[in-house]
Structures are given as structure tokens and as C-alpha cells.
């Protein structure tokens, strides 16, 4: 027996998806207009927050198969955004850091990321949007 449409549409986890799908649309439209795209931001602010770092221990600490954190890393590497180098700790592993215009790129997409979730979010009153965040981090199995 299969629930019909009508009842799907009401279950909060589809109403999640959609809500996180059209916040991914806003912000990748947002990181767009800088020439970045979404899996190069989640990268370069990990490298920022955790960097210098391993490139295995990056793709582990966002959750990217290697394959795809390669061709990612390349784009970032290309554009000047990061340098890999061999790790101090162990020469047979490249280490990530972040450039000067990577940081600079960063904080244009961290102001472009806000202003998108702000729109996303732009008919709750601030009440209501402290409220919503404090309800995702809870369902969301995070600490925030």
C-alpha cells in the first residue's frame, strides 16, 4: 500500500527537503555570483577552520569521496585559493592551506551565504527565526 501524494507532501522530512533544496538553490545562486560553486565553498572553509590539514583528513572531515575532493582541490589550487604541499608530519601525505585569496574569496561567499539564508528565511520575524534554528539543530543531531 503506498501513501498517495497528497499525504507525502505533508510529512516534515519532505517538507525539509524541499526547504533545504530551495535553500541550497539560494545559496549556490549566491556563490555563483562570486565563481564559486558548493562543494568548493564547504572545502575552502573547512581548510580555512581546520587548515593546514592532510587532504584524506579534509575529504573524512566533510564528508567527500577522494576522487571528487581531488578534482575539487585542483579547481581550488588552480585559482589560487589553496596551496598543497607535503605534510611536515608525513612527507608521503599533502597538506592543504589556504591563501590570502582564498581567505578573501571566503569572506565575500560567507556575506553572499548569509544574505541568502536571510532571504530564505526573510518572513520569520527574528523570534521566530531563533525558534526554527534552535528546532533544526535539535532534529538535526548537531550541537549547532
Known amino acids: 500500500?503506498?501513501?498517495?501524494?497528497?499525504?507525502?507532501?505533508v510529512l516534515?522530512?519532505?517538507l525539509l527537503d524541499r526547504a533545504a533544496a530551495h535553500g541550497r538553490a539560494?545559496?549556490?545562486?549566491a556563490l555563483a555570483a562570486e565563481g564559486m560553486k558548493m562543494w568548493h565553498h564547504v572545502a575552502l572553509s573547512a581548510v580555512s577552520d581546520?587548515?593546514?590539514?592532510?587532504?584524506a583528513e579534509l575529504g573524512r572531515r566533510i564528508r567527500l569521496d577522494p576522487?571528487?575532493?581531488?578534482?575539487?582541490?585542483?579547481?581550488l589550487q588552480?585559482?589560487?585559493?589553496?596551496?598543497?604541499?607535503?605534510?611536515?608530519g608525513d612527507r608521503r601525505k599533502n597538506a592543504v592551506s589556504i591563501t590570502a585569496e582564498g581567505h578573501r574569496?571566503?569572506?565575500r561567499c560567507e556575506r553572499a551565504a548569509h544574505k541568502a539564508n536571510d532571504e530564505l528565511l526573510a518572513s520569520f520575524s527574528a523570534a521566530e527565526r531563533e525558534q526554527f534554528m534552535?528546532?533544526?539543530?535539535?532534529?538535526?543531531?548537531t550541537d549547532g
Open 12 to 14: 516534515p522530512s519532505w
Open 67 to 75: 576522487k571528487d575532493l581531488v578534482g575539487v582541490l585542483n579547481d
Open 50 to 55: 581546520l587548515g593546514p590539514l592532510a587532504q
Open 78 to 88: 588552480s585559482a589560487g585559493l589553496v596551496v598543497r604541499e607535503p605534510d611536515p
Open 26 to 29: 539560494l545559496v549556490a545562486e
Open 105 to 107: 574569496l571566503l569572506k
Open 1 to 9: 500500500m503506498s501513501a498517495s501524494l497528497s499525504a507525502i507532501r
Open 134 to 141: 534552535g528546532l533544526l539543530i535539535r532534529i538535526s543531531g
